[in-house]
């Protein structure tokens, strides 16, 4: 019969690379995870594992039982964690997966006032999938995701929850301060600073730069908000963030936001649910907090002339 700690011990063996290490992260012995696998061999008839020396390779049902695997045991997981949030008189964690580096900020203005609202409700915010956000949604990984860029699949529903503008930011001396726009052309021998995010997902990328085939001279990742500002801010390259976001900081440091193009770049954010989670009161509140934010703390609206 297939059991729970089969699955597990496919996880495993496919994430650590091989029996030895698997057994260890199982707390198991080799030998009892090996004959555990074979009698399941026997049982089902097939071989999950193709031997080649010291190698593992999954066959055509071990790739089968890895996909249940990744599936079922998350939900598993979160199963029991709820049942033991239950009996301790809990209602659940939410926990929050972040597509949108800048969003911290923002959610750092729900946290406060949403577990106030809801004291028998946790909060969690993971930032690193094993299979990306719309993954770890269908996964179970994660309850929601907070993205720019909906991807819109059966069981999913993606609530708008605010709108905003991605604009330029330039430092003190940058010779764009005084500009009323920046044109792709404007950044041809330019650093540009971004987060550490594919190309392909960027907006000044996909929405300003690419499309008029420009690229930057030099491309820099970099990890956090405030060293990606302190960098602009000393003159090391230009960057490209929410203006709501740009403002907040010019107060303390002397950057300024650039629209981009004439018209702007206008982006939304969504909230990423499960449809079968939708009417979960503690998740529903969530959204309609997220949306009752004033205005101002994060909507600088886009002019259409």
């Not at 029991?80 to 301790?88: G, H, N, P, V, Y």
């Not at 597509?99 to 949403?114: N, R």
């Not at 230009?238 to 018209?263: C, F, M, N, Q």
Request: charged residues 20%.
């Amino acid at each position: 019969m297939l059991e729970r700690m089969h699955l597990s011990i496919i996880q495993e063996v496919e994430q650590q690379g091989s029996l030895t290490a698997a057994a260890s992260v199982l707390c198991l012995t080799q030998s009892a995870l090996s004959h555990s696998m074979r009698k399941l061999e026997q049982h089902l008839g097939t071989n999950i594992w193709l031997r080649e020396g010291r190698r593992l390779s999954l066959t055509q049902a071990g790739q089968y039982l890895l996909a249940v695997a990744n599936r079922v045991l998350p939900q598993l997981t979160l199963a029991e964690e709820r049942l033991r949030q239950f009996a301790q008189g809990e209602r659940g964690t939410l926990r929050i997966g972040m597509e949108c580096h800048p969003c911290y900020q923002w959610l750092m203005k729900i946290a406060s006032s949403y577990l106030a609202s809801w004291p028998d409700v946790d909060m969690d915010v993971r930032q690193k999938f094993q299979f990306g956000g719309i993954g770890a949604l269908f996964g179970y990984e994660i309850d929601m995701l907070v993205t720019p860029d909906p991807l819109y699949k059966a069981g999913l529903q993606f609530e708008p929850v605010f709108d905003y503008e991605q604009v330029l930011v330039v430092g003190p001396q940058h010779p764009l301060r005084s500009a009323s726009f920046a044109t792709p052309e404007q950044l041809v021998e330019e650093t540009l600073i971004t987060y550490p995010v594919d190309i392909e997902r960027l907006d000044i990328y996909t929405q300003f730069l690419s499309p008029a085939g420009v690229s930057p001279k030099r491309h820099k990742p970099i990890e956090t908000t405030d060293i990606m500002l302190q960098m602009v801010a000393s003159g090391r390259g230009v960057a490209a963030l929410p203006r709501w976001l740009v403002e907040e900081y010019s107060t303390k440091l002397d950057v300024a936001p650039i629209r981009l193009g004439k018209h702007g770049v206008a982006k939304q954010i969504f909230l990423g649910i499960r449809e079968a989670d939708a009417d979960i009161d503690y998740v529903r509140a969530f959204v309609e907090l997220a949306r009752a934010i004033p205005d101002h703390c994060h909507n600088q609206g886009i002019s259409s002339n």
